[in-house]
């Protein structure tokens, strides 16, 4: 009966607070848990306030109406109920969304195009696309689509910081929503309010901090996403990302039509294999590749090295750091295609001179690359252009390979023994174990080609190893590392150190087109390797190269196993205990290799000429390998 009486005294209060009257004193009276006639009047004024802000918010037509009926409820509600608290909460989350307003557009493109510069150095392909956004922007005014742009690339390159820059150069709000780790669709579209502690969504959140209705939202780490019982997050950002569709946007919570057509989205991800195929298609990928030696320099001496010394306070009174100390940095106490791990260092070097000025030696230090490995200690790696080029080996290859997190370097090592079959270690995926399988299959079929006996490996079971058996390794670009490798032991024709290769090999020995090649490019660069064999599919790719990679990498194109052969085996004396062959055939066959290195890099040295090296190397290699039959199966090479 008590709470009967409540209602109803809550209900003749509610009217006497909105001007009904003096009901509200009737109610007061009557019991001690209703309202009194002041609370009613500030209850009252609270009704008046709210509905005002409704009516100032300039929301849509159904939102409003919405919200006026959802306040009509509680104005009916017991003001300490539970549900009038829920309600209440609920409201103040509708009137905090910027319904109608709006940052004002800086569409200035040499403004643009100085703030991006100033924050970032290179990355010119991204700061162009931005540039045409903004002059679409110009062009068609309010009529546009936010894009959704999604950086792709290793850790450090600078994709989160971009997107900050952007919102700079626009002159517009930032919010960073990380997605790394969210299993609960909910943290996308919100909780429904019938559920205990129920908010929105993450989404809704970063607009109300942004305070506009177009900020810039960075979804970083995409790609971290994963899904449970609770739902799938990346299917509930289809909606989101989706021009089509997030003019009308509702989270769970407010249930409301919300538009983010004008929101710009901008998604970071570190690899697109853990991005559903349908989120992937909604976005346009923009892909950030590690950077060089030179980018490496140029980005310490204009942003990290002041950053680090403000954050450490030191100045430039009291340290100096030289270009060999930076250089010194990157080659020996780094490892990365990013930026990360460099400033953690310079970091470290500055915390050092600081402990140095608060003990009191406040003399000027400059930093060189002996007192880097002073400060630092021994190098933990070791860059220098010898590194993993030592003397040819036979049965060895150096191959190439894209990783998360740049591009890196490996050694395919090939041993034979008496038996039959193939072994395979080294933590090999699926696609990179038929590769191998590949290889074996296209030199089987062509063994005479080779100078191979044909019972070799019918009495030789071949080891095929790629070191670093930690790390998982897949894909089928290592087909004509494998293949090279096992050429070598078969024949026992060294192979060069100073070439590295990639491509996917086929059974009819051609190369297919691979990816990652500027990630390879940049980690041939790190260790010392002055040429690149590349599928001829992948010439295109090379004109997104920077010009200082190619002065420095002298990039092949191949179309055919047999090119790659012609370039990467060894000039130097076979050695007599692996094939057997005499000293006659070996001094021929390195005569011919000569012949062959002189005539085709004569012909094309480098990509950049444009030459097609197929019908002069297939040519000289007939001549050498049909020499070489004659001679190799007279002493038949085992």
């Given at each position: 009966?008590?709470?009967?009486?409540?209602?109803?005294?809550?209900?003749?209060?509610?009217?006497?607070?909105?001007?009904?009257?003096?009901?509200?004193?009737?109610?007061?009276?009557?019991?001690?848990?209703?309202?009194?006639?002041?609370?009613?009047?500030?209850?009252?004024?609270?009704?008046?306030?709210?509905?005002?802000?409704?009516?100032?918010?300039?929301?849509?037509?159904?939102?409003?109406?919405?919200?006026?009926?959802?306040?009509?409820?509680?104005?009916?509600?017991?003001?300490?109920?539970?549900?009038?608290?829920?309600?209440?909460?609920?409201?103040?989350?509708?009137?905090?969304?910027?319904?109608?307003?709006?940052?004002?557009?800086?569409?200035?493109?040499?403004?643009?195009?100085?703030?991006?510069?100033?924050?970032?150095?290179?990355?010119?392909?991204?700061?162009?696309?931005?540039?045409?956004?903004?002059?679409?922007?110009?062009?068609?005014?309010?009529?546009?689509?936010?894009?959704?742009?999604?950086?792709?690339?290793?850790?450090?390159?600078?994709?989160?910081?971009?997107?900050?820059?952007?919102?700079?150069?626009?002159?517009?709000?930032?919010?960073?929503?990380?997605l790394g780790g969210v299993k609960d669709e909910a943290e996308i579209r919100g909780h429904r309010r019938t559920y205990v502690g129920a908010m929105p969504g993450r989404l809704v959140q970063a607009i109300q901090q942004a305070k506009t209705n177009n900020p810039v939202i960075m979804l970083d780490e995409v790609d971290k996403l994963s899904s449970d019982f609770r739902g799938d997050p990346a299917s509930a950002l289809l909606e989101v990302l989706d021009p089509e569709q997030n003019h009308s946007f509702r989270d769970h919570y407010l249930n409301l039509p919300f538009d983010l057509s004008k929101t710009m989205f901008i998604a970071t991800a570190n690899t697109m294999d853990n991005?559903?195929?349908?989120?992937?298609?909604?976005?346009?990928?923009?892909?950030?590749?590690?950077?060089?030696?030179?980018?490496?320099?140029?980005?310490?001496?204009?942003?990290?090295?002041?950053?680090?010394?403000?954050?450490?306070?030191?100045?430039?009174?009291?340290?100096?750091?030289?270009?060999?100390?930076?250089?010194?940095?990157?080659?020996?106490?780094?490892?990365?295609?990013?930026?990360?791990?460099?400033?953690?260092?310079?970091?470290?070097?500055?915390?050092?001179?600081?402990?140095?000025?608060?003990?009191?030696?406040?003399?000027?230090?400059?930093?060189?690359?002996?007192?880097?490995?002073?400060?630092?200690?021994?190098?933990?790696?070791?860059?220098?252009?010898?590194?993993?080029?030592?003397?040819?080996?036979?049965?060895?290859?150096?191959?190439?390979?894209?990783?998360?997190?740049?591009?890196?370097?490996?050694?395919?090592?090939?041993?034979?023994?008496?038996?039959?079959?193939?072994?395979?270690?080294?933590?090999?995926?699926?696609?990179?174990?038929?590769?191998?399988?590949?290889?074996?299959?296209?030199?089987?079929?062509?063994?005479?080609?080779?100078?191979?006996?044909?019972?070799?490996?019918?009495?030789?079971?071949?080891?095929?190893?790629?070191?670093?058996?930690?790390?998982?390794?897949?894909?089928?670009?290592?087909?004509?590392?494998?293949?090279?490798?096992?050429?070598?032991?078969?024949?026992?024709?060294?192979?060069?150190?100073?070439?590295?290769?990639?491509?996917?090999?086929?059974?009819?020995?051609?190369?297919?087109?691979?990816?990652?090649?500027?990630?390879?490019?940049?980690?041939?660069?790190?260790?010392?390797?002055?040429?690149?064999?590349?599928?001829?599919?992948?010439?295109?790719?090379?004109?997104?190269?920077?010009?200082?990679?190619?002065?420095?990498?002298?990039?092949?194109?191949?179309?055919?196993?047999?090119?790659?052969?012609?370039?990467?085996?060894?000039?130097?004396?076979?050695?007599?205990?692996?094939?057997?062959?005499?000293?006659?055939?070996?001094?021929?066959?390195?005569?011919?290799?000569?012949?062959?290195?002189?005539?085709?890099?004569?012909?094309?040295?480098?990509?950049?000429?444009?030459?097609?090296?197929?019908?002069?190397?297939?040519?000289?290699?007939?001549?050498?390998?049909?020499?070489?039959?004659?001679?190799?199966?007279?002493?038949?090479?085992?």
């Open positions: 009966m008590k709470s009967e009486f409540l209602d109803d005294g809550n209900n003749e209060d509610m009217s006497g607070g909105m001007g009904m009257g003096g009901a509200s004193g009737g109610g007061a009276g009557m019991g001690g848990g209703s309202p009194t006639i002041g609370q009613g009047e500030r209850i009252g004024d609270e009704f008046a306030e709210l509905k005002e802000k409704i009516y100032l918010s300039k929301m849509p037509v159904e939102a409003e109406k919405e919200t006026l009926k959802q306040l009509s409820r509680l104005e009916r509600m017991h003001p300490e109920s539970s549900e009038s608290s829920i309600l209440r909460n609920y409201l103040e989350c509708v009137l905090e969304m910027p319904w109608s307003s709006a940052s004002q557009d800086v569409l200035d493109l040499e403004r643009a195009k100085k703030v991006l510069d100033e924050d970032h150095y290179d990355l010119e392909k991204i700061k162009e696309r931005i540039l045409e956004y903004l002059a679409v922007k110009i062009l068609r005014g309010n009529e546009m689509k936010g894009p959704i742009l999604c950086f792709m690339g290793p850790p450090g390159v600078g994709k989160t910081s971009l997107g900050r820059s952007i919102a700079r150069a626009m002159g517009r709000s930032f919010v960073r929503i990380s991005i559903p195929h349908p989120l992937r298609d909604r976005m346009e990928i923009l892909h950030l590749s590690g950077y060089t030696e030179e980018e490496k320099v140029s980005i310490s001496k204009k942003f990290l090295i002041d950053k680090q010394m403000q954050e450490n306070g030191v100045t430039s009174e009291y340290v100096a750091f030289g270009d060999e100390a930076i250089v010194s940095i990157i080659r020996h106490f780094t490892s990365e295609a990013g930026v990360r791990t460099l400033e953690r260092t310079i970091g470290s070097v500055c915390r050092k001179i600081a402990r140095r000025v608060a003990a009191g030696k406040k003399e000027h230090c400059l930093i060189d690359a002996r007192s880097i490995e002073e400060m630092l200690g021994p190098p933990p790696f070791n860059k220098d252009e010898d590194i993993d080029l030592g003397p040819c080996e036979i049965g060895v290859a150096i191959g190439l390979a894209w990783t998360a997190v740049g591009g890196e370097i490996i050694r395919v090592e090939v041993s034979k023994m008496k038996g039959k079959g193939l072994t395979l270690t080294g933590h090999l995926g699926e696609v990179m174990q038929e590769s191998a399988k590949t290889a074996i299959g296209f030199i089987r079929g062509h063994a005479s080609e080779f100078g191979i006996s044909e019972n070799f490996f019918e009495n030789h079971e071949l080891h095929v190893h790629v070191p670093a058996g930690g790390t998982p390794k897949d894909g089928p670009s290592a087909g004509v590392t494998i293949a090279s490798a096992i050429v070598s032991l078969a024949t026992g024709m060294p192979l060069r150190k100073d070439i590295a290769m990639t491509g996917e090999i086929t059974l009819t020995g051609k190369i297919l087109p691979i990816g990652g090649v500027k990630e390879k490019a940049l980690a041939a660069m790190r260790h010392g390797i002055k040429t690149v064999i590349v599928p001829w599919g992948n010439k295109s790719d090379l004109t997104d190269i920077p010009l200082e990679y190619k002065e420095k990498i002298n990039f092949i194109c191949t179309k055919n196993i047999n090119e790659i052969f012609n370039f990467a085996m060894s000039t130097q004396e076979i050695h007599n205990k692996s094939n057997g062959t005499s000293s006659e055939t070996r001094s021929r066959t390195k005569r011919k290799r000569k012949k062959i290195d002189n005539d085709v890099l004569a012909s094309t040295t480098s990509v950049n000429a444009n030459a097609d090296t197929s019908e002069i190397t297939t040519e000289l290699t007939t001549e050498l390998t049909t020499e070489l039959t004659t001679d190799l199966t007279t002493q038949k090479i085992a």
